[in-house]
């Protein structure tokens, strides 16, 4: 695995020359974004004082919003192909990285590791093999929308990474792990919560109680679950959530791993409003991907314990 160390020499000798030219084009659009927003949020300003309600705010972020889309879309995606495909490149030179594709919705259910959802978005997909293992990761944003005409709500269901990669076994069964939320909520009572969850399968009870305070487990096969789900593994699995300082979700169907990383931020998006010449952000941003990478490693899903029937 290359060090971060690596990373900074790498920054200096390929990235940096290719920051400089983007810093450039992003000033140019923040002072752009500056002459352009002046006269809308006066505008927007005006009319909430004229009607006496605050639909000219709401009408100003929302034009205001669109053109800083716009206005940054190509610098977005320039960002995305000069320097976020160099990082991957950085991690293996094997991988492919598509920047506007993502995991495919088939895919993300096949996990079932979330619920129903009607909005469904991602991008930054990148394929490869680490060792003998396959794998594909993408950002998603998922969510949930309802409405009934006068009122509209939308739940999130998931962001953040999610990750696929094969288990070299063909599970029977589908086993999901989930963070426990009922546990920390409830205590004992969330026992009662998790039984409760009857829609993902039986709830699994193992031996070891750290596990069980972090995660609840469901299977429509215990044996299996248990099988998969040893001693060694659950401690590389709570080794892992440490190390990624995140709320995890792992799901074994077919025969695939789903790991889902909650996220509360955009990953891998340049901020308009900040300088890019910075190497903090490159670092997080290698970080990022090189968690998802590490699954196969921190989880050892190259060592063959297991092969296919």
Not at 112 to 131: A, C, E, M, P, S
């Amino acid at each position: 695995m290359k060090t971060v160390s690596e990373l900074t020499q790498a920054y200096k000798e390929k990235l940096y020359p290719h920051l400089q030219i983007l810093e450039d084009e992003r000033k140019k659009i923040t002072q752009n974004l500056y002459v352009i927003f002046v006269p809308i949020m006066i505008g927007a300003v005006w009319i909430t004082i004229a009607v006496k309600h605050p639909i000219g705010i709401f009408l100003g972020l929302i034009v205001g919003g669109a053109v800083t889309y716009f206005l940054t879309r190509e610098y977005r995606i320039n960002f995305k192909v000069k320097i976020v495909a160099k990082i991957i490149e950085f991690i293996d030179p094997d991988f492919i990285y598509i920047p506007n594709n993502r995991i495919s919705e088939d895919k993300f259910v096949q996990s079932k590791l979330f619920g129903r959802f009607n909005r469904y978005r991602g991008d930054d997909y990148v394929k490869g093999k680490v060792g003998d293992t396959e794998i594909e990761f993408s950002e998603l944003h998922v969510a949930y929308h309802t409405s009934n005409g006068k009122n509209s709500h939308t739940k999130p269901v998931f962001d953040g990474l999610f990750v696929i990669a094969e288990f070299n076994k063909n599970f029977k069964g589908k086993t999901i792990v989930l963070p426990d939320k009922a546990e920390k909520m409830f205590g004992g009572l969330g026992n009662f919560f998790q039984k409760a969850n009857w829609m993902r399968g039986d709830l699994v009870k193992l031996e070891d109680t750290e596990f069980e305070k972090l995660f609840v487990v469901y299977s429509d096969d215990q044996i299996e679950a248990r099988y998969i789900l040893s001693t060694s593994f659950m401690q590389r699995i709570k080794d892992f959530r440490k190390k990624a300082n995140k709320k995890i979700y792992i799901s074994f169907v077919d025969t695939k791993i789903f790991v889902g990383i909650r996220y509360r931020k955009n990953l891998f998006e340049p901020n308009v409003f900040k300088t890019i010449l910075d190497i903090k952000p490159i670092i997080d941003y290698y970080r990022d991907l090189r968690l998802a990478v590490d699954i196969i490693e921190d989880l050892k899903l190259n060592v063959r314990i297991w092969s296919k029937e």
